[in-house]
């Protein structure tokens, strides 16, 4: 890792250990602590960095000891994501229709791990040794696991949008592709109605969104690499 890669991974250390998602270890012989190794990422358009733990690392090279990945059955964690089909033919039947998106912030992190298991989760930086005690990025689960999260806090918002407003059928049924919720609303709506019931539904259940990520009241909009356009009534893929 480079010096800002470095930097970069004291910090989340620092955050992580503070916000609870981090546990300290002073002794990992007698817990047995699994210690992966650790990299830094930059994501994809943008200037931040994510940190990422080899989870298809072997736990104990050269003996039979698989990684964590390798031990996960991928028939129990097999998911089908949701397309942009809800969506597309709202745009159809409702030209000009508002459109909206939300993204949850800190996505895996949300979802703690058990006990029993978080010592598989161990790292070695700086001399010091931690555990994780939340989801991280890298494991063949996750995305299974955690939409089992946001499945429930779709139904959660779909269901508050139903009782807060039981005769409104202006607004589309809202989709999400694990932490990305989207959707539309036609112009007899307030374009505002599906982001604020989202933003509520998502505090009660101790999520946060992403403020930086939230776009409501408009006719273009680009949603998992797809540029829609419902005055134009077209569906393309963006250049990035």
């Not at 028939?75 to 229709?97: K, Q, R």
């Not at 996750?142 to 089992?148: A, T, V």
């Not at 139904?155 to 059928?169: E, G, I, K, M, V």
């Not at 919720?181 to 259940?205: H, M, N, R």
Request: proline share 5%; net charge negative; aromatic share 8%.
């Amino acid at each position: 890792m480079d010096p800002d890669d470095v930097c970069h991974l004291c910090h989340e250390i620092e955050a992580r250990l503070a916000e609870g998602r981090l546990c300290h270890v002073t002794d990992p012989v007698s817990m047995h602590l699994v210690c992966l190794p650790v990299s830094v990422v930059p994501k994809p358009h943008s200037n931040k960095r994510r940190t990422i733990y080899h989870l298809s690392h072997p736990c104990k090279p050269g003996t039979h000891l698989p990684s964590i990945n390798d031990g996960i059955n991928t028939s129990f964690v097999t998911i089908h994501y949701e397309s942009l089909n809800t969506i597309m033919d709202s745009i159809h039947e409702h030209p000009s229709t508002s459109l909206w998106k939300a993204d949850l912030e800190d996505a895996f992190q949300h979802v703690i791990v058990a006990e029993s298991d978080a010592r598989l989760m161990g790292i070695h930086f700086a001399g010091q040794y931690y555990q994780e005690c939340a989801l991280t990025f890298g494991g063949h689960s996750l995305p299974f696991l955690f939409n089992l999260f946001t499945k429930f806090l779709h139904w959660l918002a779909a269901f508050t949008l139903q009782a807060a407003f039981p005769s409104l059928t202006s607004h589309s049924d809202r989709s999400h592709y694990l932490d990305n919720f989207f959707g539309a609303s036609d112009t007899t709506a307030s374009p505002t109605t599906p982001i604020q019931v989202l933003s509520l539904s998502t505090a009660a259940l101790g999520f946060k969104l992403s403020h930086k990520k939230m776009v409501w009241d408009t006719t273009k909009l680009e949603i998992l690499g797809i540029e829609l356009d419902s005055v134009a009534q077209t569906a393309s893929i963006t250049q990035q």
